[in-house]
């Protein structure tokens, strides 16, 4: 957040409303289709309500598309769950904030399902409990966590397949960093554009989670030049970062200057933008080249859906026959983390990131750190491209020493303080709400 913004009102749990029905099971629960991390839900059984053991959390629930407002922190009480064979539960302890959500508040996230829903597809947390057939996970263990949805919350249920025991100096922060940025940058990098000594490579928004993963994994490549876009001021960072030739897209025209220097283009585009701009990077490709379109961030102009972004960005999209791109001699891939579904492979390049951390060749940047009482802050700061790395969320409740976000490069005004920063205390167990009731 920018030093002259007005400090953001934080937000207080709010009770967890009652529904005239149940709610749909996409929200309550995982699709079979889609493993969603989900809330600790009832067991089946017959035990008295007064004898069942009651869990209350916090969670950021996705009321509704449309603005930052509709994100509502709520606290929910429902009795212990009942672990399935292959499960784990999980104490979230930080969870990673991507532009998938960004997209997925206005509506325009097509994996995420109906409103009202808890987003985040990654985090890191203490195992605290584990169903039967669970070998190799135990209580205790800390673990990255990965989802297509449901991990901005106290604590998950997910199948143990879908953890991975963190290095022991990973810090919670880093472990909720590495999932989708890392995955997405590998996958790209390595999966798909089987990248090699001596290639050039264009990263965009090289400041954001997946520009500064993708540059430090080309780093793990002798003799890889990268081209990066963002704003001048933050040019220096991505410069130490393994930048080779940082590029002010603001004030600049990037397809030029990156010509100065490499009058024949690049070897690699990775293009999260969409638009005029995936016309752009295929016009800079080399003969041999490929683009890898994984987003279209151009879409995203205001808080709220804006329509005539959105038909801008369809209209001006790359449109290619298959004769165009023969004689061409380039490639063009589309990539979405979120459509893998071969378990093995993510698993797979999972241990071969975290291997690469232990090494020390690759280490997540965290921008800032916010309290789920902070959510508005984090996707402003997300949405206006003020980070430089990874924002994260924390669901512990925020103490009240506490003033500003840590490992925050840039300043960033706190918001107010609450009751709510404090309601792990018995005098505000009021705050706490009752879930619903089936």
Known sequence: MSGEEAPTQQQQP??????????????????AAAPDAAAPQESAGSIPAAEEKRLSFRALVLTGHGGYDKVKLQVKTQ??????????????????????????????????????????????????AVGEDVKDRKVGD????????????EVVVAPASHTFPM????????????????MTAYM???????????????????????????????QTVPDVTVFGTASASKHETIAEGGVTHPIDYRTKDYVEEI?????????????????????????????????????????????KK?????????????????????????????????????????????????????QGKIKPRIDSCYHFEEVTDAMRRM????????????????KVEEEKPKSDPEPVENVEKSEAAVSEKKEEATEEVKAEKD
């Not at 991507?98 to 947390?125: D, T, W």
């Not at 800390?142 to 919350?153: A, E, L, N, P, T």
């Open 14 to 31: 709010e009770q967890e409303k009652q529904p005239e029905e149940p709610p749909p099971a996409a929200a309550a629960a995982a699709p």
């Open 306 to 358: 804006n329509l005539l972004a959105m038909a801008k960005t369809w209209y001006n999209q790359l449109s290619l026959n298959t004769l165009k791109l023969m004689q061409a001699n380039k490639a063009v891939c589309g990539f979405h983390l979120g459509y893998i579904t071969d378990e093995q492979l993510l698993s797979s390049n999972m241990s071969k990131l975290l291997e690469l951390y232990g």
């Open 188 to 218: 790209m990098l390595f999966e798909m554009a089987n990248l090699r000594p001596g290639k050039s490579v264009l990263v965009h928004m090289a400041a954001g989670g997946v520009g500064v993963a993708a540059t430090q994994l080309c």
């Open 142 to 153: 800390r673990v990255i966590v990965m989802s297509r949805s449901g991990m901005w919350q």
């Open 383 to 398: 949405h206006e491209r003020q980070n430089i790395g990874k924002v994260i969320l924390l669901p512990e409740p925020k």
């Open 259 to 303: 010509r100065k220097i490499s009058p024949k283009g690049v070897d690699i585009v990775l293009d999260p933008l969409g638009g005029l701009d995936t016309q752009k990077g295929f016009s800079l490709l080399k003969p041999l080249g490929m683009l890898i379109v994984f987003g279209a961030a151009n879409c995203v102009t205001g808080q």
């Open 167 to 182: 290095p022991e100096q990973m810090s919670f922060e880093e472990g909720a960093a590495i999932p989708i940025n890392y």
């Open 79 to 128: 009795p212990e769950p009942q672990l399935k064979a292959g499960e784990v539960l999980v104490r979230v302890k930080a969870c990673g904030l991507n532009f998938a959500e960004l997209l997925g508040r206005q509506g325009l996230y097509e994996l995420l399902p109906a409103p009202p829903v808890v987003m985040g597809m990654e985090g890191s947390g203490v195992i605290e």
